[in-house]
T-cell receptor, first 114, second 111 residues
Framework: DAGVTQSPTHLIKTRGQQVTLRCSPISGHKSVSWYQQVLGQGPQFIFQYYEKEERGRGNFPDRFSARQFPNYSSELNVNALLLGDSALYLC?????????????FGPGTRLTVL | DAKTTQPPSMDCAEGRAANLPCNHSTISGNEYVYWYRQIHSQGPQYIIHGLKNNETNEMASLIITEDRKSSTLILPHATLRDTAVYYCIVRVASNNNDMRFGAGTRLTVKP
């Protein structure tokens, strides 16, 4: 089975611009989460979607938004980009295993804001 | 979610077992222990998880103490490709719960 896929791989934007990142979960997974990883730190949770509904939100400003489509793919949008938004953006899809669930991460999108 | 404490870095000789410790003294009864690793600039890779029993899969073994306040991830025969940052995460395994990553342990496998 194909893993989680993300596009684009790399992206360069300038301050004030808007960006859209895309994620396709593993086939059969209905939940997608987004994370931001700044250089030298662990990933930080941004959003979780399940069955097209937002189920969780991390401590990020309203400039960050996301949505999930009927085929369970997802988009993360960031408006009014700041230099501090430069990071690796990770998408994870979730599989329920009995009483536990496991998240599988994609390769990420490296965003550079100049 | 319970907080975890991991050493910032560890070294291991190639071919030897790598034992990565994690303390989670405030873990609750319904919280699982998860281990992920991240090789430079790649997405985190799931390794293993457990509740209270020891677990083993093709990648590693997870040993959880009887009081569940600490655990050890064991890579039985470390290779250079196991060099990565290893994250121990404790969380309630529900659909609404995200993963809270700390700083992890940077494992360096040396020839």
């Amino acid at each position: 089975d194909a893993g989680v896929t993300q596009s684009p791989t790399h992206l360069i934007k300038t301050r004030g611009q808007q960006v859209t990142l895309r994620c396709s979960p593993i086939s059969g997974h209905k939940s997608v989460s987004w994370y931001q990883q700044v250089l030298g730190q662990g990933p930080q949770f941004i959003f979780q979607y399940y069955e097209k509904e937002e189920r969780g939100r991390g401590n990020f400003p309203d400039r960050f938004s996301a949505r999930q489509f009927p085929n369970y793919s997802s988009e993360l949008n960031v408006n009014a980009l700041l230099l501090g938004d430069s990071a690796l953006y990770l998408c994870a899809s979730r599989r329920q295993q009995g009483m536990a669930d496991t998240q599988y991460f994609g390769p990420g999108t490296r965003l550079t804001v100049l | 979610d319970a907080k975890t404490t991991q050493p910032p870095s560890m070294d291991c000789a190639e071919g030897r077992a790598a034992n990565l410790p994690c303390n989670h003294s405030t873990i609750s009864g319904n919280e699982y222990v998860y281990w992920y690793r991240q090789i430079h600039s790649q997405g985190p890779q799931y390794i293993i998880h457990g509740l209270k029993n020891n677990e083993t899969n093709e990648m590693a073994s997870l040993i959880i103490t009887e009081d569940r306040k600490s655990s050890t991830l064991i890579l039985p025969h470390a290779t250079l490709r196991d060099t990565a940052v290893y994250y121990c995460i404790v969380r309630v395994a529900s659909n609404n719960n995200d993963m809270r990553f700390g700083a992890g342990t940077r494992l360096t496998v040396k020839p």
